[in-house]
């Protein structure tokens, strides 16, 4: 890990890069998976299938039978803590639902909002080294609050032609509709255009490697939609003199164990600080099962000193962390000053740990700085809004000569007949 005491406003930028990879032949290689997908469909799912994921299935649904013989695998304590997770989960969603509010801009003429589901929605779901059925929850159980009629699911098989059983549970749990054994960019592709047996949706959620963040990317320009741009997952943790190094570490290393491509930011006031969490995170990465992972993300992450108070502010604010973490004794005062974080973690006994799993909130969140602009998933990104209009004589009287005034104005007669006509009309029954 990098350190750097008090650095100058001009190397922000460069000290807070996040890693890098070379993907000049990526997207190309994405294309034509794709498009061969689009165009023959479940032949190409079995063939892609076979080739990234060792295994030779003809057929990709997951079958009742699975899920029942997944379910009861399961240990009792897992169920608990899912059924604890998915209470709170769709107890925080659930608040999120919008009023109907109908309002008069001027008299006689109404206006106003209905929130509609979208009907299909895509989740993908990583497996491998990390099988998140946490993400399952995240996903699924807002679209089923939405109101969303068809939660396709999507995540690779093992080398046995099977999903994990945790994520097969996760999913009966929340609601989802069909399961499909397809990962990486043939799920994004199978998803976005449909195929003999894959149904197509409208938008895809979902977080991946940057096979699957490209497929998403190069499907959205004009066939579904998705959720945000995604990259790999970050972390800043903001420390002073009263915060616990252990738990600071802890925070640090929960993040970099997600994988070689992530990134953690530590923030604090004082070198002291600094130096005792950075003995903490040697202590603690030595424990950890995925060590070398961990290590690999730690390489290109960095420890930063910031003196002054409204510097530190703006250096988050600048990095717009995915997870923001602040351990200090004055929280809530530096909380109320962060504009750019996906989600935020208050006071030494909230490890982001609990939003990824069981307090309530949403877990997938915009990375690469991309919460300078976009929220986490949330019951609005199941949702779409569509306006309705309601005038009468009255109100057509209101607006209509500044309609008419408008479209001629730029030069769009019909526009303005449109109006003039009815007005025509109006004063005509008026005269009777």
Same mark, same amino acid.
């Given at each position: 890990?990098?350190?750097?005491?008090?650095?100058?406003?001009?190397?922000?930028?460069?000290?807070?890069?996040?890693?890098?990879?070379?993907?000049?032949?990526?997207?190309?290689?994405?294309?034509?998976?794709?498009?061969?997908?689009?165009?023959?469909?479940?032949?190409?799912?079995? +063939?892609?299938?076979?080739?990234?994921?060792? =295994?030779?299935?003809?057929?990709?649904?997951?079958?009742?039978?699975?899920?029942?013989?997944?379910?009861?695998?399961?240990?009792?304590?897992?169920?608990?803590?899912?059924?604890?997770?998915?209470? $709170?989960?769709?107890?925080?969603?659930?608040?999120?639902?919008?009023?109907?509010?109908?309002?008069?801009?001027?008299? &006689?003429?109404?206006?106003?909002?209905?929130?509609? @589901?979208?009907?299909?929605?895509?989740?993908?779901?990583?497996?491998?080294?990390?099988?998140?059925?946490?993400? =399952?929850?995240?996903?699924?159980?807002?679209?089923?609050?939405? %109101?969303?009629?068809?939660?396709?699911?999507?995540?690779?098989?093992?080398?046995? &032609?099977?999903?994990?059983?945790?994520?097969?549970?996760?999913?009966?749990?929340?609601?989802?509709?069909?399961?499909?054994?397809? *990962?990486?960019?043939?799920?994004?592709?199978?998803?976005?255009?449909?195929?003999?047996?894959?149904?197509?949706?409208?938008?895809?959620?979902?977080? %991946?490697?940057?096979?699957?963040?490209?497929?998403?990317?190069?499907? !959205?320009?004009?066939?579904?939609?998705?959720?945000?741009?995604?990259?790999?997952?970050?972390?800043?943790? =903001?420390?002073?003199?009263?915060?616990?190094?252990?738990?600071?570490?802890?925070?640090?290393? !929960?993040?970099? +164990?997600?994988? @070689?491509?992530?990134?953690?930011?530590?923030?604090?006031?004082?070198? $002291?600080?600094?130096?005792?969490?950075?003995? +903490?995170?040697?202590?603690?990465?030595?424990?950890?099962?995925?060590?070398?992972?961990?290590?690999?993300?730690? !390489?290109?992450?960095?420890?930063?000193?910031?003196?002054?108070?409204?510097?530190?502010?703006?250096?988050?604010?600048?990095?717009?962390?995915?997870?923001?973490?602040?351990?200090?004794?004055?929280?809530?005062?530096?909380?109320?000053?962060?504009?750019?974080?996906?989600?935020?973690?208050?006071?030494?006994?909230?490890?982001?740990?609990?939003?990824?799993?069981?307090? &309530?909130?949403?877990?997938?969140?915009?990375?690469? *700085?991309?919460?300078?602009?976009?929220? %986490?998933?949330?019951?609005?990104?199941?949702?779409?809004?569509?306006?309705?209009?309601?005038?009468?004589?009255?109100?057509?009287?209101?607006?209509?000569?500044?309609?008419?005034?408008?479209?001629?104005?730029?030069?769009?007669?019909?526009?303005?007949?449109?109006?003039?006509?009815?007005?025509?009309?109006?004063?005509?029954? &008026?005269?009777?």
């Amino acid at each position: 890990m990098k350190t750097y005491i008090n650095p100058g406003r001009n190397t922000w930028t460069d000290i807070l890069k996040r890693p890098l990879f070379d993907v000049s032949e990526l997207y190309g290689r994405v294309q034509n998976i794709l498009t061969e997908i689009r165009e023959q469909g479940d032949e190409k799912l079995r +063939e892609y299938t076979e080739r990234f994921d060792g =295994v030779k299935l003809d057929n990709f649904e997951v079958s009742p039978e699975e899920i029942t013989r997944a379910e009861a695998s399961i240990d009792q304590n897992l169920k608990d803590a899912i059924a604890l997770a998915a209470e $709170n989960i769709k107890a925080f969603h659930s608040t999120q639902m919008p009023e109907i509010r109908k309002m008069e801009t001027a008299p &006689g003429v109404i206006c106003w909002q209905k929130p509609v @589901a979208i009907e299909k929605v895509g989740l993908y779901i990583p497996g491998g080294t990390a099988p998140l059925f946490s993400t =399952v929850l995240m996903l699924a159980l807002p679209a089923k609050i939405a %109101g969303c009629k068809q939660i396709v699911l999507c995540s690779p098989p093992d080398k046995n &032609g099977n999903i994990h059983p945790a994520i097969l549970y996760a999913a009966k749990v929340a609601g989802v509709t069909q399961i499909y054994k397809l *990962g990486g960019v043939q799920a994004i592709g199978a998803m976005a255009y449909g195929t003999e047996t894959v149904p197509k949706t409208y938008k895809i959620f979902g977080p %991946g490697n940057q096979y699957v963040t490209a497929a998403k990317q190069l499907v !959205s320009m004009n066939e579904v939609s998705i959720d945000m741009p995604a990259g790999p997952s970050e972390v800043l943790v =903001v420390a002073d003199e009263t915060s616990n190094p252990a738990f600071v570490a802890s925070d640090l290393l !929960s993040q970099a +164990e997600h994988g @070689a491509d992530s990134q953690v930011v530590l923030v604090t006031d004082n070198e $002291n600080t600094l130096k005792e969490v950075l003995a +903490e995170v040697r202590t603690q990465v030595d424990q950890l099962p995925r060590k070398e992972l961990a290590e690999k993300a730690l !390489s290109h992450s960095v420890l930063i000193v910031v003196s002054d108070d409204a510097e530190r502010v703006d250096l988050i604010n600048e990095y717009a962390p995915e997870h923001l973490i602040i351990s200090t004794k004055k929280y809530m005062e530096l909380a109320e000053k962060i504009t750019n974080a996906g989600s935020v973690f208050l006071g030494e006994f909230t490890p982001e740990s609990a939003g990824d799993y069981a307090s &309530g909130t949403n877990h997938t969140l915009p990375t690469n *700085g991309w919460a300078r602009s976009y929220s %986490g998933v949330n019951l609005d990104s199941f949702l779409k809004k569509i306006t309705f209009q309601e005038i009468s004589e009255e109100g057509l009287l209101t607006i209509g000569p500044a309609i008419e005034k408008m479209a001629a104005t730029e030069q769009l007669e019909a526009h303005k007949n449109a109006v003039t006509l009815r007005l025509k009309q109006i004063e005509k029954n &008026g005269t009777k």
